[in-house]
């Protein structure tokens, strides 16, 4: 049932959990993991949290939970693998069933036999050809003596000014880990949004808010040049010609697979750089295996495949390919749906599944809906969240989620990412059985109330319109009715300011001949979360009135400026 020599190639992620697995399974294998870098089973996730202070002690990236360093040593008396760290491997001989080393310290030449392999190696930060990008200054994030290099600079205090390159995952976390250090830090986007993982109109609920931290956010704007003196940078020069002056510059605008190693082997490649693997794991070589941020896997929704480097996705498809090496290959890795989140200051976001512009891309007939809500009771301590649920409107099918706030946005996607994988629908949300109590969420989680504003919608009580359509109806010079229906306290404390119209709900059914008296006039109904909004279009709707719109997720959810 064994293989005798299993060999691993890359040490961050997947490879250290293929090999312990492995040994794991087979007391008997001899498994050698081969590592670059110094460290091993470093928890690069973590080091944004490491530059920005959020712990002092470096061995915390490296340590398991009771503190114990994984080094060569642990990985030999606790895992009973054979680990060799500064030990690059530079080719795979198939025919031979070898792999060529080199030392990076002496140089030394060296090979080493396996009856299986298992390539890990990773993902490389995307360096584009951008004069004045080796100046000294500007850095990436990918390798362990980045976040040494970026937690001296900020413990030196000698950086002012910091410029994010990047507003995704990895550009959002350093940008909060070096805000919070004290520096003037500058977010420059190439594309119109940031973390493009969420649709546009949720993703600018998160750029405000990283705005109201005194960030400067540049969206729809490149860089056009690194700007330096004396092989230094001094400055960033976007596309539009303005300067950023800065003294560092972080590129985080994304990886792309390690492959060259598998490629030159002549092992097959996907379409996105990554290696092809079937869903055992296993290469277009049968005594090959590969996992983590070097692979394209499936996804679980389409069908098809998608290059995914996250961290958990890594240690997951370890696992099978070990499972199969050792026990035949039966254990299947069914691909992703692409769950991802990230803390933004005070709040967080993330998503899982398909945006609704991703799922439009893909053919579906998408409805959507969009909830502003507590986490909790008000007298539990309440925050907010805003989500967003796309839906296949033929079959009530849940293709995605999306949610930005304070609240437990962890625990609502949790939720929605199991619903996803497990394809059920809208109505089987709304009916389902989940834990409350209090301290921990609303009577209706805010995620079943998502899913009912959506059933509302799909079973057509509820005619809904989404904040970013309703301001670009009124920039085209449309004039809808607004009808804001919270209380006057609340509208002096916050209004939209685009000629809406107050009455409080409770006073609407006396008012009713303060609307138009055109029962086919647009109107728009918004409170603070819609809920409101959505029971004064069931009054006016029974009133008489036939073209009335609920503005999704109220003015809570509105992410364009609003006057105080």
Not at 101 to 124: F, I, N, P, Q, R
Not at 270 to 280: H, K, L, Q, T
Not at 484 to 512: C, T, W, Y
Request: with cysteine; proline share 4%.
């Amino acid at each position: 049932m064994s293989t005798s020599k299993i060999v691993v190639i890359g040490g961050s992620a997947a490879g250290p959990k293929a090999a312990a697995r492995a040994k794991r399974l087979d007391a008997d294998a001899e498994v050698t993991l081969l590592q670059k870098a110094p460290e091993l089973s470093m928890a690069s996730c973590g080091y944004p949290y490491y530059i920005g202070g959020n712990f002092d002690e470096r061995n915390a990236l490296l340590a398991t939970p009771t503190g114990v360093v994984r080094n060569e040593a642990f990985f030999e008396a606790v895992k009973g693998v054979k680990a060799m760290v500064n030990t690059e491997v530079t080719a795979i001989d198939r025919k031979s069933k070898v792999v060529n080393c080199t030392d990076v310290a002496t140089g030394k030449s060296s090979t080493v036999e396996y009856d299986k392999l298992v390539v890990c190696t990773g993902a490389t930060p995307r360096r584009p050809p951008i004069p004045g990008i080796e100046l000294e200054g500007v850095r990436s994030l990918s390798e362990m003596k980045d976040a040494d290099k970026l937690r001296e600079l900020v413990d030196s205090g000698a950086v002012k000014n910091a410029v994010i390159v990047g507003g995704g995952l990895i550009g959002i976390e350093v940008c909060e880990a070096l805000s919070e250090s004290g520096m003037n830090v500058s977010v420059v986007e190439m594309l119109s949004q940031l973390l493009l993982f969420l649709d546009w109109e949720i993703a600018k609920l998160v750029e405000k808010h990283v705005a109201s931290k005194n960030v400067t956010v540049h969206t729809e704007n490149g860089v056009a040049e690194f700007i330096g003196e004396n092989g230094k940078l001094t400055g960033v020069k976007l596309n539009d010609g303005s300067v950023i002056p800065c003294e560092l510059a972080v590129v985080a605008i994304g990886v792309v697979p390690n492959s060259t190693l598998a490629r030159e082997a002549g092992l097959e490649i996907g379409s996105f750089g990554g290696i092809a693997v079937d869903e055992y794991m296993r290469t277009s070589d049968p005594d090959i295996y590969a996992a983590g941020d070097c692979v394209e896997i499936t996804n679980r929704i389409t069908g098809k495949k998608v290059f995914a480097p996250y961290g958990d996705l890594a240690n997951l498809e370890a696992r099978v390919a070990a499972n199969n090496i050792v026990l035949g290959d039966k254990h299947v890795f069914p691909g992703t749906v692409n769950s991802g989140i990230c803390k933004v200051f005070d709040m967080s976001a993330g998503a899982t599944g398909l945006s609704e512009k991703r799922a439009r891309d893909e053919g579906y007939n998408v409805i959507t809906s969009t909830n502003a809500s507590p986490d909790k009771p008000g007298f539990m301590g309440a925050k907010l969240l805003v989500s967003k649920m796309v839906a296949d409107a033929d079959t009530g099918r849940v293709l995605g989620f999306q949610c930005v706030g304070p609240g437990e946005v962890n625990r609502q996607l949790a939720e929605a990412a199991m619903a996803v994988m497990s394809g059920v629908t809208v109505q089987d949300i709304a009916v389902a059985d989940l834990p409350y109590a209090p301290p921990f969420s609303l009577a209706i989680d805010h995620f079943i109330a998502t899913a009912h504003i959506l059933d509302n919608k799909m079973s057509g009580r509820m005619t809904g319109i989404s904040n970013a359509e309703v301001k670009e109806m009124l920039d085209n010079g449309a004039h809808p009715f607004i009808l804001d229906v919270r209380a006057p306290d609340e509208f002096e404390q916050m209004r939209l300011d685009v000629g809406e119209n107050l009455i409080p709900l409770g006073k609407l059914r006396h008012s009713l001949d303060k609307l138009p008296q055109d029962k086919n006039a647009e109107i728009i109904t918004f409170c603070k979360i819609s809920m409101r909004g959505y029971e004064a279009q069931r009054i006016l709707e029974a009133g008489g009135w036939t073209n009335v719109k609920v503005m999704e997720g109220g003015i809570m959810a509105w992410p364009f400026a609003v006057k105080m």
